[in-house]
């Protein structure tokens, strides 16, 4: 049989707790990954910019109102800093649950009271009803 060493190589992601279980689960496998990289949490500032940067992907931009609750939001996950909070993921989730929020509220609107940026503006009212300590 040919050796296929350094031919390909396996990526396993996963929470550094949980990996170091399954790393110690066999006695083969912590000789067989053998690079370990570890990703910082984003900071509230990025988690923030990073919610403004999808937002902005999808044509929408927070009013002052709005951009102060989503912080109060980002800043009570990271400080709760449990597990169940997943970072980027649980900010992509968060937008998504915004921008649901925004077309039900555009939805609900009748037209003749919309105005020029109704379509693109998110308000506090898209952005409440966000429970901390709820998981996302």
């Not at 999808?58 to 449990?82: C, F, H, M, P, R």
């Not at 898209?126 to 996302?136: A, S």
Request: hydrophobic share 35%; net charge positive.
């Amino acid at each position: 049989m040919e050796d296929r060493r350094g031919e390909f190589i396996v990526i396993v992601a996963g929470y550094s707790d949980e990996m170091k279980i399954f790393i110690n689960s066999n006695p083969g496998l912590e000789s067989r990954f053998d690079k370990a990289f570890e990703f910082e949490d984003y900071n509230n500032d990025e988690l923030f910019a990073l919610a403004e940067k999808m937002l902005k992907e999808q044509g929408l931009y927070l009013n002052k109102d709005a951009k102060k609750q989503l912080k109060v939001i980002l800043e009570s996950k990271t400080i709760l800093k449990n597990k169940t909070f997943a970072n980027g993921r649980g900010v992509r989730k968060i937008v998504e649950d915004i921008i649901r929020n925004h077309h039900i509220r555009i939805y609900d609107t009748p037209k003749n009271k919309r105005i020029k940026d109704t379509h693109k503006k998110i308000i506090l009212a898209d952005v409440l009803g966000f429970n901390p300590t709820e998981r996302k």
